[in-house]
Nanobody, 117 residues
């Protein structure tokens, strides 16, 4: 059974930081491109960051320079470091995994991030 389990969300003040983690099980983690998407209240889902199996990264323009995605294949975990947060970053953040060979795609249940003073 495939599981992607996010953690690390919470309430943070504007300008603050959080680190999200996503622990994967039931997949060959190193074969998967991993990413983070978010859904803010009343808005469409947005892909914010992705990292390939080889470690190449890309980011949405809205988070470039503030968010950093990384992965630890030994721990089957992907991280998202969120810095200089602002209220517009308030959303449920979802971990995603995609295998480009099999086209298998998996999603976590999400972790809430609230940026508010």
């Amino acid at each position: 059974q495939v599981q992607l389990v996010e953690s690390g969300g919470g309430l943070v003040q504007p300008g603050g930081s959080l680190r999200l983690s996503c622990a994967a099980s039931g997949i060959i983690f190193k074969a998967y491109a991993m990413g983070w998407s978010r859904r803010a209240p009343g808005k469409q889902r947005e892909s914010v960051a992705a990292i390939t199996s080889g470690g190449s990264t890309n980011y949405a323009d809205s988070v470039k320079g503030r968010f950093t995605i990384s992965r630890d294949n030994a721990k089957a975990t992907v991280y998202l470091q969120l810095n200089n947060l602002n209220p517009e970053d308030t959303a449920v953040y979802y971990c995603t995994g995609f295998n480009p060979v099999t086209n298998d795609e998996h999603w976590g249940q999400g972790t809430q991030v609230i940026v508010s003073s």
